[in-house]
């Protein structure tokens, strides 16, 4: 199926010019619509023109947020390219990994993050490269450059992706989820309608730029109505709480973490929130005393679901529920139909719990060069989350445990494969397992628990060492505890029930 590219700037520009839609929080500057579709005309002739790209080449990037970044997805939109944001927390060889499974066209990385690509044998083999202070200097608006003029549009397929978003696997290795101009659109169709989301809004976004929450939680839906948005490189309560008040900011998304830190400020008790409609909270359930605090100030909660494959927008918890409701994640968003089964595929009773499965125009086609994974996922329609929940009997939704054993730290997706997998290669260690474990400071933490070689001994320090060379900083355990053996059930799988109650 063919559809008309979706060209958000290009509109906002005839209709609201010289309205501004993004500012940077550090160098206070900004670009209007007018100024935004220019310069994504500009990128787009550039890169397919001169670079020779085409669409469905992919253009990684290595950098936190800032107004270049929404200027790329901008020449996306309007060409076909596809972007390949990278988390700038791992390590050189977790970005060699996505590098050469991806293999971009042309890589764009920040000054800061040079050093992860230069330690990343893929990053040789990609023939183009930019340095985001080129591509700043490319997008100055004060310049008039030959590019400055309006490009021919290609219809494409409406599946074509837009991002390749990369989620830690349960298999020990990221699967990069595409993430489609057609899901772009449902998606904030699908916020839109549950939220107050017009071109009045305005809002600070701090997530970061290799997240779908950092693009697809309120970034893109505000683009797409006209809105506005104040970004961040990286979350500062101070500041936030600041900007929540000078900015006049209408909605707010954060983790309950990230709230946490706000609500215990000095300044908490008499900032000025008469402008904010209520806080989007996701990542974790946000806990009922800080839903209390934040309502002592007149600030609603809406609590929410999502997943980076599916929306991300998927289910919202009205203001008016978040305490006669608690623990829940609402009722699934306009266009999105959802299932809970048994392990047969059977629908479950209310209350009962089952596999949460979710269909509608929002769910991914699939992965990046994994059919398995795909096939996995995807069963006629139904994206399967792996995530066990129930629904009482008036349509609200609890997730029960998560199948797949992931936990969230501060807000990020922790799979304990993954980090079994580096602990393993250490030539010391037998046998790993990795749990998560209350944490009062980040909701939760990883704990390992890990068996040595008869013939090596490893200290804690070493192997902790070593899982900060080879990991994100949030994936590295902060508890381990050494065994002669690792709880097993009949079948030889791990028993991960034991290990939470050691």
């Not at 005839?14 to 100024?35: F, H, I, M, W």
């Not at 290799?210 to 104040?230: R, S």
């Not at 209350?351 to 979710?358: A, C, R, S, T």
């Not at 050494?482 to 109650?501: C, V, W, Y």
């Amino acid at each position: 199926m063919k559809i008309q590219q979706q060209d958000w700037a290009a509109r906002w520009a005839l209709y609201s010019p010289d309205q501004v839609a993004l500012k940077e929080y550090e160098s206070g500057r900004s670009y209007t619509y007018n100024q935004l579709n220019r310069l994504g005309n500009r990128l787009a002739q550039h890169l397919t023109q001169v670079l020779g790209l085409q669409s469905g080449d992919r253009i990684a990037v290595l950098a936190e947020n800032c107004l270049e970044y929404v200027v790329l997805f901008v020449a996306a939109q309007k060409t076909g390219l596809i972007l390949v944001p990278l988390n700038y927390r791992l390590t050189a060889p977790e970005i060699d990994f996505l590098l050469s499974n991806s293999m971009p066209a042309l890589l764009i990385a920040e000054a800061k993050f040079v050093p992860l690509i230069q330690d990343a044998p893929a990053a040789g083999r990609i023939s183009r490269h930019w340095s985001l202070e080129a591509l700043e200097a490319f997008c100055n608006p004060d310049a008039d450059l030959p590019e400055d003029h309006q490009i021919t549009l290609q219809p494409v397929e409406e599946d074509h992706p837009v991002f390749i978003l990369y989620t830690s696997g349960t298999t020990g290795f990221p699967k990069g989820a595409l993430y489609t101009h057609k899901m772009l659109f449902w998606n904030s169709i699908n916020t839109a309608m549950s939220l107050i989301i017009n071109s009045e809004s305005r809002t600070i976004n701090c997530m970061p730029p290799f997240h779908t929450g950092g693009w697809n939680v309120l970034t893109l839906p505000f683009l797409h109505h006209g809105g506005y948005t104040c970004m961040m490189k990286k979350f500062d309560p101070a500041a936030v709480l600041g900007l929540l008040e000078s900015e006049r900011c209408t909605l707010f998304m954060g983790v309950p973490t990230m709230l946490k830190m706000i609500a215990e400020l000095p300044g908490f008790k008499t900032a000025d929130f008469s402008n904010l409609y209520y806080l989007i909270v996701g990542g974790e359930p946000m806990p009922i005393p800080l839903i209390e605090q934040w309502h002592a100030r007149h600030v609603p909660i809406r609590q929410g679901y999502g997943m980076t494959e599916v929306g991300p927008n998927l289910t919202s918890l009205h203001q008016r529920d978040a305490i006669r409701k608690k623990g829940s994640i609402g009722r699934p968003n306009f266009y999105v139909d959802i299932a809970i089964v048994d392990e047969k595929g059977a629908p479950v009773a209310p209350n009962q719990p089952g596999e949460l499965l979710l269909r509608g125009p929002m769910v991914t086609p699939g992965y990046w060069q994994n059919e398995a994974a795909t096939h996995a996922a995807i069963r006629n329609g139904w994206f399967c989350t792996g995530d066990m929940a129930r629904q009482d009997e008036e349509g609200y939704l609890y997730i029960v445990d998560r199948i797949k054993n992931m936990f969230i730290s501060g807000g990020e997706n922790v799979y304990p494969a993954e980090v079994e997998r580096v602990l393993v290669s250490h030539p010391g260690v037998a046998e790993a397992a990795v749990i998560g474990v209350p944490d009062a400071k980040w909701g939760e933490s990883g704990k390992a628990f890990v068996v040595c070689k008869s013939e090596f001994s490893v200290s804690e320090q070493e192997l902790l060492a070593f899982c900060e060379k080879h990991l994100a900083k949030f994936k590295v355990p902060k508890y381990l505890v050494f065994l002669e053996a690792l709880p097993k059930n009949d079948t030889g799988k791990i028993n991960r029930m034991a290990l939470k109650i050691q």
